[in-house]
């Protein structure tokens, strides 16, 4: 008989059905409230994650501004929203504006032919910007079609997404929402990832002159991977939109850092390692809030310390590292079993 | 008529702020080619300096002078040894490294100095010009940037420190062939360029306030400076400074200031993509 061989990777993936099983199963059923919002904003905020692993992780391009298209997602759909009335629609077409976005910067980035350092610099401006410029709209001239932008108040009449009937979704509703919109973004990375689309965007993240020499048009794969980034992230900023509701903070310069954090700390080159480094941080940091620890534990000086302390000792991430430290342990299980079955051969 | 005069004297501020602001992080990029996310906060802790040293007692020009460029210089100093100096060649390392460090930054000086805006009052009053009246100390700070420029070059382009410099950006594995201790060098540019950000920070402190996250309101207008500027430190900044600071008052006049920021934006990114290596790449190609 045949067994299949156990690998980390293998370990892993079932580890990841089971803790899908729970999030879609035993969380909403249980009826905790807390759980089941603070879980709708980790699941927008790991598709966010998402959306900069994979642009940075596989195609060797940082985005240090990705809430950008974070907050443009969510900016778009509050406007189409109160000015169209259908939520669905209007979600659909955030994700496209955000695409967008992403394809009008990446455009200039790309066939400026900017190097890793400007690329940076260009995306971290960018929503610098845009969190000072939305901040300021508080005034009511500032207006798009029936939706205020309402400045650093952001619009807290952000409408939520309807079943058919037209009704608001429950907060249960838009957690499964969420959870869903989670494990089906993966899905399509992973996916991504395995088409030729994919192969030449990692190809061009390993040695981008070989693979412009090879025939590829790098700079139409860069855009490409750019804009379904862009649009992921949009993905998350509605989700997020619906969860609490579109305001400055989305742009802002704290989320961006910790934006970075997760996929650093979770491992870069990795889908799931930012995603788990989501979740776990943000219950950290929510943990550590609960503690009245006293002024030390400024969520900064906190952050700042994580970035620099990976960025030096383990600038692989956690799970590269924990799926090394898994296969020696399990080669050291096998071992030691085929040593056994060897000796129980010998004695008979 | 006064009101072309006031039109161009903004002008000048706006460049010579630029210029001032964006000194220490064009002098780190230039001759390291490492972006200093930290910059930002620097200018923040130099701010803090003549604050706290104007509430003691001290009198802002010997803070400017003394102690912020030496107090944030050695802050440099300590960031530089504890960790950019393990990250050289390693340019997206630094980039976030540096980004940490600014947040560890902001993170002290919240925790030490709470979150509440501090200032100090503008010295040297103010001149009337026709029917305007503009800061005499605006005017001052454009008279110490002139001064820094003109020093800056003069440092460059005669000094044997300026011909260290200058061959290291021109070819460092040149230059290190030649007998020039790399090490020294880096460390001494990164002390200099947080030094040069601590004098400017302390200089503007009295019109900007302080705040801990002040840095990341410079941070937009500083990086734009320095990469459209390009290689060449002088040069780059000052033509990158004199196209955008001429965009920023002329929007600034026809809309509001945070469109004009965008503007800035907007013209970097124009402006990047017909000139990749920023201005100094095409054009001053020899200048410093």
Same mark, same amino acid.
């Given at each position: 008989?045949k067994?299949p061989t156990?690998?980390?990777g293998?370990?892993g993936?079932?580890?990841?059905i089971l803790?899908?099983?729970?999030?879609?199963i035993?969380?909403p059923?249980g009826g905790?409230m807390?759980?089941?919002?603070?879980g709708s904003?980790?699941?927008?905020f790991?598709?966010?994650a998402l959306?900069?692993?994979l642009?940075?992780g596989?195609s060797?391009i940082l985005?240090f501004g990705?809430t950008?298209?974070?907050?443009?997602g969510?900016?778009a759909?509050?406007v189409l929203?109160?000015?169209?009335?259908d939520?669905t629609a209007?979600a659909?077409?955030a994700?496209?504006?955000a695409?967008?976005?992403a394809?009008?910067i990446?455009y200039f980035?790309f066939?400026?032919r900017?190097?890793d350092?400007?690329?940076?610099?260009i995306?971290?401006v960018l929503?610098?910007?845009?969190?000072r410029?939305?901040?300021q709209?508080s005034?009511?001239e500032w207006?798009i079609g029936?939706a205020?932008?309402g400045?650093f108040?952001?619009i807290?009449?952000?409408?939520?997404?309807?079943d058919l009937?037209g009704?608001p979704l429950?907060p249960e509703?838009?957690?499964?929402?969420?959870?869903?919109a989670?494990?089906?973004s993966y899905v399509?990375?992973?996916?991504l990832?395995?088409t030729g689309f994919?192969?030449v965007?990692?190809?061009?993240?390993?040695?981008?002159?070989?693979a412009?020499?090879?025939?590829?048009?790098?700079?139409?794969?860069?855009?490409?991977?750019f804009c379904i980034?862009?649009g992921?992230?949009?993905?998350?900023?509605?989700?997020f939109a619906?969860c609490v509701?579109?305001s400055?903070?989305?742009f802002s310069?704290a989320?961006?850092?910790q934006?970075?954090?997760?996929?650093?700390?979770g491992?870069?080159?990795t889908?799931?390692g930012?995603?788990?480094?989501?979740?776990?941080?943000?219950?950290f940091?929510?943990?550590?809030g609960?503690?009245n620890?006293g002024?030390?534990?400024?969520?900064?000086?906190?952050?700042?310390?994580?970035?620099?302390?990976?960025?030096?000792?383990?600038?692989k991430?956690i799970?590269?590292?924990?799926q090394a430290g898994?296969?020696?342990?399990?080669?050291?299980v096998?071992?030691r079993?085929?040593?056994a079955?060897v000796?129980a051969?010998?004695?008979m | 008529?006064?009101?072309?005069?006031?039109i161009?004297?903004?002008t000048t501020?706006?460049?010579?702020?630029l210029?001032l602001?964006s000194?220490?992080?064009a002098?780190i990029?230039?001759?390291m080619?490492?972006?200093?996310f930290?910059?930002?906060?620097?200018?923040m802790?130099?701010?803090?300096?003549?604050v706290i040293? %104007?509430?003691?007692g001290?009198p802002l020009l $010997? @803070?400017c002078?003394?102690? #912020?460029? *030496?107090?944030?210089?050695?802050v440099?100093?300590?960031?530089?040894?504890l960790?950019?100096r393990?990250l050289?060649?390693?340019?997206?390392?630094?980039?976030?490294?540096?980004w940490?460090?600014?947040?560890i930054?902001?993170?002290?000086v919240t925790?030490s100095?709470?979150?509440?805006v501090s200032g100090?009052s503008?010295?040297?009053?103010s001149v009337?010009?026709?029917?305007?009246?503009i800061?005499?100390?605006?005017?001052f700070?454009?008279a110490v940037?002139i001064?820094?420029?003109v020093?800056g070059y003069?440092?460059?382009r005669f000094s044997?420190?300026?011909l260290?410099?200058?061959a290291?950006m021109?070819?460092r594995?040149?230059?290190?062939?030649?007998g020039?201790?790399?090490?020294a060098v880096?460390? %001494?540019?990164?002390?200099?360029?947080a030094? $040069? @950000?601590g004098f400017?920070g #302390?200089? *503007?402190?009295?019109?900007?306030?302080?705040?801990p996250?002040?840095g990341?309101?410079y941070?937009?207008?500083?990086?734009i400076?320095?990469?459209s500027?390009g290689p060449?430190?002088?040069a780059g900044t000052?033509s990158a400074s004199?196209l955008?600071?001429g965009?920023n008052v002329?929007?600034t006049?026809l809309s509001?200031?945070?469109?004009a920021?965008?503007?800035?934006?907007?013209?970097?990114v124009i402006?990047l993509?017909?000139?990749?290596?920023?201005i100094?790449?095409?054009?001053f190609r020899r200048?410093?």
């Open positions: 008989m067994y156990v690998t980390s293998r370990l993936m079932a580890a990841m803790a899908a099983a729970w999030a879609l035993v969380v059923s905790d807390t759980l089941i919002l603070s904003i980790y699941c927008a790991a598709i966010l959306s900069l692993a642009i940075w596989f060797g985005s990705q950008a298209f974070f907050g443009i969510g900016y759909y509050a929203a109160l000015n169209i009335g939520t209007a659909l077409l994700i496209l504006v695409a967008a976005v394809a009008a990446g980035m066939w400026g900017l190097g350092v400007y690329l940076g610099v995306t971290l929503s610098l910007i845009l969190y410029f939305i901040n709209t005034g009511s207006k029936k205020p932008l400045g108040n952001g807290p009449s952000t409408p939520i997404l309807t009937q009704a429950w509703q838009i957690y499964v929402l969420c959870v869903l989670l494990i089906l399509i990375c992973r996916l990832l395995a994919g192969r965007v990692v190809a061009l993240r390993e040695n981008e002159l070989r412009e020499l090879l025939g590829y048009d790098t700079r139409l794969y860069k855009l490409g991977a980034s862009g992921l992230a949009g993905l998350a900023g509605v989700l619906n509701f579109v400055p903070n989305m310069l989320t961006s850092s934006l970075l954090v997760w996929v650093i700390v491992g870069l080159g889908l799931a930012p995603v788990i480094a989501c979740f776990l941080l943000l219950a940091s929510n943990w550590l609960t503690l620890a002024a030390w534990l400024d969520p900064n000086l906190v952050m700042g310390l994580v970035l620099t302390l990976f960025v030096l000792v383990l600038p991430g799970l590269p590292l924990m898994c296969d020696r342990l399990l080669a050291v096998r071992h079993s085929t040593a079955k000796m051969q010998e004695e | 008529m006064d009101y072309v005069a006031i161009l004297l903004q501020i706006s460049i010579a702020n210029v602001i000194a220490g992080l002098v990029f230039g001759m080619r490492v972006i200093n930290a910059h930002g906060e620097f200018l802790l130099g701010g803090y300096t003549a040293a %104007a509430q003691h001290v $010997l @803070s002078f003394v102690l #912020a460029p *030496i107090l944030v210089g050695l440099g100093l300590v960031v530089e040894y960790v950019i393990h050289y060649g390693r340019l997206l390392d630094t980039m976030l490294a540096t940490g460090v600014s947040l930054l902001i993170g002290l925790v100095f709470g979150n509440s100090i503008t010295p040297f009053g009337a010009i026709g029917r305007f009246t800061g005499l100390y605006e005017l700070l454009v940037t001064a820094l420029v020093a003069l440092v460059m044997r420190i300026g260290i410099a200058r290291t021109q070819d594995e040149m230059a290190e062939a030649l020039i201790n790399q090490r880096y460390r %001494a540019t990164f002390v200099t360029g030094a $040069l @950000s400017a #302390a200089l *503007i402190a009295p019109i900007a306030g302080v705040v996250t002040i990341a309101s941070l937009a207008k500083c990086f400076t320095v990469i500027g060449a430190i002088i000052l004199g955008l600071g965009v002329i929007m006049f509001t200031p945070v469109l920021e965008v503007a800035l934006l907007a013209t970097a402006l993509r017909v000139l990749p290596q920023g100094t790449s095409k054009f200048s410093q």
